[in-house]
């Protein structure tokens, strides 16, 4: 009998184990090492935007997973894609002459685009956000600079750096697949010119302030 109590015994402490480790265990973000992998930057955003806590951290970030992890984008059309790259193209130059208005349509394009991609609606700005961060963990930011930056009193510099941290996460969407987003970039108008090599020149044929000065920018 008392063998088959301490048995008993065990099979409950094993229980116990497997429950606490469910309930408070790593969850789908794989625990704070997973977590950190899996969102890069946004895990130290995160923290900071705690004041240092972690687990408070983690447990948003793994809520985030939770909730969007399982959010399939959807392919966009080459027609659709192809508009989209001519109209951030034009953004792009409307930045010359008007750096505050080309912000302000930089942002609402990438708002429909991750819509048109599958992500919540163009006026849920926060959860796009958040849904962005587990799938876009690198570009993300770019999103929120440039969301900032149109809305904001933000000078020309502020708008500039924005716009080229927000082109980074326009090109993972605008990609096929969002796997491919470090390997394959859109061609943009004005972006023919090729290097000896025949390697589309796509970052570098547009930066303000490297040969185009934004008006007010001061240069």
Same mark, same amino acid.
């Given at each position: 009998?008392?063998?088959?109590? #301490? #048995?008993? /015994?065990?099979? *409950?402490?094993?229980?116990? @184990?497997?429950?606490?480790? *469910?309930? %408070? ?30 687990? =408070? ?40 002459? $008007?750096?505050?208005?080309?912000? =302000? ?25 958040? =849904?962005?961060? @587990?799938?876009?963990?690198?570009? @993300?930011?770019?999103?929120?600079? #440039?969301?900032? !930056? ?13 716009? &080229?941290? =927000?082109?980074? /996460?326009?090109?993972? &969407? *605008?990609?096929?697949?969002? %796997? ?23 970052? *570098? $044929? ?7 000065? !934004? ?5």
């Amino acid at each position: 009998m008392s063998t088959l109590w #301490i #048995i008993a /015994l065990l099979a *409950v402490v094993v229980i116990a @184990v497997v429950a606490v480790f *469910v309930v %408070a265990g790593p969850g789908r973000g794989g625990g704070g090492r997973g977590l950190k992998r899996r969102f890069g930057p946004e895990y130290d955003r995160a923290v900071a935007r705690h004041d240092g806590d972690t687990k =408070a951290a983690e447990r948003e970030l793994d809520e985030r997973v939770k909730r969007y992890g399982s959010l399939e984008p959807r392919p966009l059309p080459p027609e659709t894609r192809e508009q989209y790259v001519a109209r951030w193209a034009g953004v792009q130059e409307q930045f010359v002459d $008007s750096p505050r208005q080309a912000a =302000a349509e930089a942002d609402r394009l990438l708002a429909r685009l991750a819509a048109d991609r599958g992500f919540p609606a163009d006026e849920q700005y926060d959860e796009q956000v958040s =849904a962005l961060s @587990v799938h876009h963990a690198g570009h @993300v930011e770019g999103y929120r600079r #440039i969301h900032r !930056a149109a809305h904001t009193d933000s000078s020309t510099e502020q708008m500039r750096e924005a716009m &080229l941290d =927000a082109r980074e /996460l326009f090109e993972a &969407l *605008v990609t096929a697949k969002p %796997a491919d987003s470090g390997r394959h970039r859109p061609h943009h108008a004005g972006d023919r010119d090729r290097d000896r090599s025949g390697r589309a020149r796509s970052h *570098v $044929s547009w930066s303000p302030g490297r040969g185009h000065h !934004a008006k007010g920018s001061g240069a």
